[in-house]
């Protein structure tokens, strides 16, 4: 072959973007020296000395890729160059699980939902065009995405890299369902509902601004820095809330979902802002709130363009909400008319147009009352019903690497629907989302620190470890049974801790107790149940061994190193107002209850390797447990009446040691 063009039908046919300049002197192509290509925008890629039967290729921008990009030398010239062509193109479609490892977690997730919705609405105009497969070529496209991100999950990863990758994952599945949902539907146009009615990312270059669009609704991305905090699997359900949500802010409305306990009112609307980019404080409204307190927060809330979620707001006295409705209609009245400034409280504050507040309510329950007319008609109300559980497994699944997520997932919720009919009816008892989280949470640790298992077994194992420690005796053997029934042919050994069961043996003994094997394995169970949890009961009978089991937990956490503090209250032995405080309504001064003194003092910043838990030894009732709401969620905030809020840090937990009857 001599120097120069090189003109032939056949290569030709095979690689017809293909010009190449060689030498005939080189027939192992160790001095090719330019080739181009149309995808490198017709600039030169380098080809650098053979080394181990492979060549690396250097891109036109000098960036080599040794790893991902070696060609290996098959017969002719032309079947070199072919394959070139064919991996250029598969780099170029794998670097996307490599770029994510380049850029903070909310820059990753903002720059894929500007491109996927670019992507989609190509889509679109390429079917107008007259491609009408193209849809489902993008569907297939998305498939193989979300595979590439699961696989790179299954690997060793830094926290850090995992979570990112867990949380565009999440984003990834709920965009892949709604293209699948379009290519069912056969939704071929852009100004269809369907398309519409999701929230679209798009970077405006000429303000320079990235905006994001749902139906009449048009919202400025906010910026908040929040780091790594994960998100929620979308269903269809969240996708009606934040519809609903959009459309009440773009009518200068607040929101106000309602449903029962452990449905995702909170956690949907915090997740509305975190897709929004904006900051949502999170408040738990009680009788103690007066006006003023709930004012602060707006007055707050107005200035930095933040959104207030207040939980339980039909808790605040029906006297107060009148007050509050005003306040909220004055600051609607600023944003209406688009003002910069206005007079709220006797004070001119400034307004940014991103605020928002919403609500949420749990109708029918104990000490709730009915809101005002004029609260009312200040929110849009959405009912929040009991989430698609089995999608929601399914999802988390994936996030945590599990290949066979579709089968476990579904294997997870018939187990609880089962259990939730056939164990017995106590108090104690969840099957609920909030349950099915932690026993999901468990399962990717266990996966990560034991990859040679089975998928199966390890669901298994988390599903039975992380549920029997709660049930009573006699549907001990039942709960196994289904286990058994759903994972035919499986066992597994519990997991034991050689160095923590030798200390909580050494605890009992030197406290004078004879080592029973059971009540050894419930302080493992309460370690387990710790592990994945931040509060927890203890349930029993008096002189049951509750305290005794609290107790030894605390001091073998100790032995082994980890000092662990335990500060013992009983709730019931004083008034709420002993318990959390009282903010005088004249002076504004406030006054900390013993619980507020100890939550204070506890969570201070500490750099120390030590575990502090607060024991609530006594009845529990509404009385006083309702204000423990946002603590025990995953807000892990104690909102006082004073409008302040204090966090519970990672190395601090509840613990309630209760008799049963009450729970």
Not at 150 to 159: E, Q
Request: aromatic share 10%; with cysteine.
């Amino acid at each position: 072959m001599s120097s120069g063009h090189v003109a032939s039908t056949l290569p030709a046919l095979r690689l017809p973007r293909l010009v190449v300049f060689c030498k005939a002197s080189d027939p192992e192509l160790h001095t090719v020296t330019h080739l181009y290509l149309s995808v490198c925008a017709c600039r030169p890629a380098i080809f650098l000395p053979r080394q181990k039967g492979f060549t690396t290729v250097c891109l036109p921008e000098m960036l080599t890729l040794p790893a991902l990009f070696r060609i290996k030398e098959i017969g002719s010239y032309w079947d070199c160059l072919w394959y070139v062509r064919k991996s250029l193109v598969k780099v170029c479609f794998s670097f996307r699980v490599d770029w994510m490892l380049l850029y903070q977690g909310m820059v990753v997730l903002a720059a894929s939902q500007v491109w996927w919705t670019w992507e989609v609405e190509d889509v679109f105009r390429q079917v107008q065009k007259g491609e009408k497969q193209a849809m489902k070529n993008y569907g297939k496209k998305m498939h193989q995405q979300i595979d590439e991100l699961v696989t790179r999950i299954t690997t060793p990863l830094s926290k850090n890299d995992r979570k990112k990758y867990n949380t565009v994952l999440i984003i990834d599945v709920h965009a892949r369902d709604i293209v699948d949902s379009f290519i069912r539907g056969s939704i071929l146009d852009a100004q269809e509902f369907e398309w519409e009615s999701q929230l679209r990312f798009y970077w405006d270059r000429d303000p320079d601004e990235l905006n994001i669009r749902q139906c009449t609704g048009t919202f400025s991305y906010g910026y908040e820095y929040m780091g790594l905090n994960g998100r929620l699997v979308i269903t269809a359900l969240t996708d009606r809330i934040y519809l609903t949500l959009t459309q009440a802010l773009s009518m200068y409305l607040g929101g106000a979902p309602a449903g029962p306990a452990g449905t995702g009112k909170t956690e949907t609307t915090k997740d509305l802002a975190k897709a929004l980019g904006l900051l949502c404080v999170v408040t738990n409204c009680g009788e103690g709130m007066d006006y003023k307190a709930v004012g602060k927060i707006f007055s707050g809330l107005a200035q930095c363009g933040a959104w207030g979620c207040f939980d339980e707001f039909n808790r605040i006295d029906a006297s107060v909400l009148s007050v509050i409705s005003s306040q909220i209609q004055t600051i609607r009245n600023a944003l209406i008319h688009q003002l910069t400034t206005f007079q709220f409280e006797g004070q001119e504050i400034s307004l940014d147009p991103r605020m928002g507040i919403f609500i949420t309510m749990n109708p029918g329950y104990a000490g709730r009352t009915e809101l005002p007319e004029s609260v009312k008609a200040l929110f849009r109300p959405v009912v929040v019903i009991v989430p698609d559980l089995q999608q929601i497994c399914e999802i988390m699944l994936f996030s945590e690497g599990f290949l066979w997520a579709k089968i476990l997932a579904k294997k997870m919720t018939v187990l609880y629907k089962l259990a939730r009919e056939q164990l017995s009816k106590q108090h104690h008892y969840d099957f609920g989302l909030r349950a099915l989280k932690s026993v999901l949470v468990m399962a990717g640790e266990l996966k990560r620190g034991s990859a040679e298992l089975q998928e199966d077994v390890v669901l298994m194992r988390a599903l039975r470890d992380m549920n029997l420690p709660k049930f009573v005796f006699e549907d001990v053997p039942l709960f196994l049974g289904l286990i058994s029934d759903l994972f035919p042919g499986l066992d597994c050994p519990r997991v034991r801790y050689p160095n923590f069961n030798d200390a909580v043996e050494q605890v009992l003994e030197e406290a004078g107790f004879v080592v029973l094997p059971v009540q050894v394995d419930k302080v493992v169970q309460m370690f387990e149940t710790m592990l994945t949890r931040h509060t927890t009961m203890v349930v029993g009978p008096t002189g049951g061994g509750k305290s005794v089991v609290i107790n030894t937990l605390c001091q073998a956490q100790t032995r082994l190193g980890l000092t662990t503090k335990l500060y013992t209250l009983n709730p019931k032995a004083m008034s709420v107002i002993e318990l959390y405080g009282i903010l005088d309504p004249t002076t504004r001064d406030w006054t900390d209850g013993v619980l507020s003194n100890i939550f204070r003092e506890i969570n201070r910043p500490t750099d120390k390797k030590e575990r502090k838990y607060i024991l609530f030894d006594g009845d529990v009732d509404a009385l006083w447990v309702e204000n423990m709401n946002s603590v025990m969620d995953d807000n892990k905030l104690l909102t006082l009446a004073n409008g302040e809020r204090i966090r519970l840090q990672a190395h601090c937990a509840l613990l309630f040691e209760a008799s049963g009857d009450e729970t």
